[in-house]
């Protein structure tokens, strides 16, 4: 292996295969380094990508990707005392063109995506962990690989979350457990054609829910599922401070998820084929992560791209678009003739172009709404409560809504706090 690269992506996830794949498009050799054995095999996620990066990247995307089902509907669905109120979407329009996503299994994604890195150029070698940046008066000179010392003009973090390399670069904080969350997630294999009666859905269509309530077991959290081919992904993704606060333990909570009536019900007769659990870094911008150092850059998780805003998880997309941001930014700096941090510093422009910022700027504030404890257990509960006295017949004497939302709400908390809590709700999503 050469001991000299233009760049040296560090991690094959959906960031670091981008990277790699856009700079060994713009003529740098590039050698993409991944701890796992393949790329995607130590790596899971809920289970939908949006697809809008991959029509700029790949525009033929669609011929080869590994793609379970396309998501045409969306449910979210709140959880009380064994009941569940549901809200649902469903239109074709989700699951068509940019604004496409799409279900998928990270070991085939991953793998897929490093592929295309390698056909465009870039030296892919797997089972080979980074353990160290190559550092020569204070700048990022390239990597630090067992025996191995590969330099290299521009080094790209793309590790994934926590980031150990992006922290010892000084671009990242150590990351208290308020910034950081713990995803669970089960494979429950299920007959293709069981999947498509019981989600009502298209051979290729598939369904995505999101959980709250009762998901997560009184912490402060939400479950997720998404229908695969023949399989579907279930789990939750809960705050770590409670864990810890609670003394929680993670397979009880994951239990208590599963055996909720409401998602019985969906996976019913299946298997549990797989179990995984990842950190998730939940405060994006308020990671406060710097983007570039001298001869570094940094995207992905590793970065903090990550928005969960109640409605929407979105990683793999912001990962993809920030690798994207990520090779242009090298490419200014080339032109330039300077890897310093200065030569480097049209990355923020190019994240904020490909709107990776800009979405992250506009949900700024939801990581914070979302560990208000209310949205956990008294509003679901009181939304529950009201939704089963307003449907119940029982011959005992029936109260119009209006008295049946003033009892459910009386005592519960101030109505000022209820009022508040819905506007900075309203704000923040
Ligand atoms: C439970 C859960 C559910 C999620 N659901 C969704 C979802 O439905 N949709 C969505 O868009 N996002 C979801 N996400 C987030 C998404 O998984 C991440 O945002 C995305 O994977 C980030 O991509 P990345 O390339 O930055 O990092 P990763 O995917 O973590 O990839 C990092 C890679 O770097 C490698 N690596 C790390 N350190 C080294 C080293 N020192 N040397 C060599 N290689 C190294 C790792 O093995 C890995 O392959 C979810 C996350 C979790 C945990």
């Keep these: 292996m050469a001991e000299r690269f233009d760049a040296v992506v560090v991690g094959a996830g959906p960031a ?73 979407f469903d239109s074709p329009r989700l699951g068509d063109g940019r604004a496409a996503s799409f279900t998928a299994l990270r070991p085939r994604f991953d ?36 025996p191995d010392r590969i330099q290299a003009d521009v080094v790209v973090l793309a590790e994934g979350a926590m980031g150990p390399l992006a ?21 429950v294999d299920l ?56 003394k929680a333990e993670v397979p009880a909570v994951m239990e208590g998820f599963r055996m909720h009536p409401a998602v019985q019900r969906l996976i019913r007769g299946g ?56 090779a242009r930014a090298a490419v200014d700096a080339r032109a330039r003739g300077d890897f310093s941090a200065q030569g480097l510093a049209s990355y923020e422009r190019h994240l904020r172009e490909l709107n990776v910022l800009t979405d992250l700027e506009t949900f700024r504030s939801a990581g914070g709404y979302l560990k208000n404890e209310r949205l956990f257990s008294l509003y679901p509960q009181l939304l529950l409560g009201i939704t089963e006295k307003v449907y119940t017949v029982d011959g005992g004497g029936k109260r119009r809504i209006s008295d049946i939302i003033r009892k459910e709400m009386k005592g519960k908390a101030p109505l000022l706090r209820m009022v508040r809590d819905l506007i900075e709700g309203a704000r923040s999503m």
């Design 167 to 187: 922290q010892k670069a000084g671009l990242l904080p150590d990351l208290a457990p308020p910034a950081v969350s713990v995803g669970i997630k089960e494979t």
């Design 191 to 246: 007959p293709a054609a069981t999947i498509q009666e019981r989600f009502n859905v298209g051979e290729k269509e598939g369904a995505a829910f999101v959980f709250a309530g009762e998901a997560s077991m009184g912490l402060r959290g939400g479950g997720f599922l998404y229908t695969n081919k023949a399989s579907v992904s279930l789990g939750l993704v809960v705050s770590s401070e409670d864990l810890a606060r609670k």
């Design 111 to 146: 793998d897929w995506l490093a592929k295309k890195a390698e056909a465009a150029g870039a030296m892919l070698i797997t089972g080979i962990r980074v353990d160290e940046l190559l550092m020569e008066g204070g700048r990022v000179r390239g990597v630090v690989a067992g």
């Design 16 to 88: 670091g295969s981008a990277a790699a794949l856009a700079l060994a498009r713009e003529r740098f050799s590039v050698l993409l380094v991944e701890r796992g054995r393949a790329a995607g095999a130590k790596n899971m996620f809920g289970g939908r990508v949006y697809a809008w990066p991959l029509f700029d990247l790949l525009p033929e995307w669609q011929k080869d990707c590994p793609v379970e089902r396309f998501v045409t509907r969306e449910s979210m669905v709140f959880l009380h005392g064994g009941a569940s109120l549901a809200l649902q």
């Design 271 to 326: 298997k549990v084929s797989e179990y995984s659990a990842h950190l998730v870094p939940e405060l994006g911008l308020g990671m406060r992560a710097r983007f570039s150092g001298d001869g570094v850059l940094v995207a992905g998780d590793a970065a903090g791209f990550l928005i969960n805003n109640g409605y929407t998880f979105r990683g793999v997309d912001l990962a993809i678009a920030s690798g994207v941001a990520a």
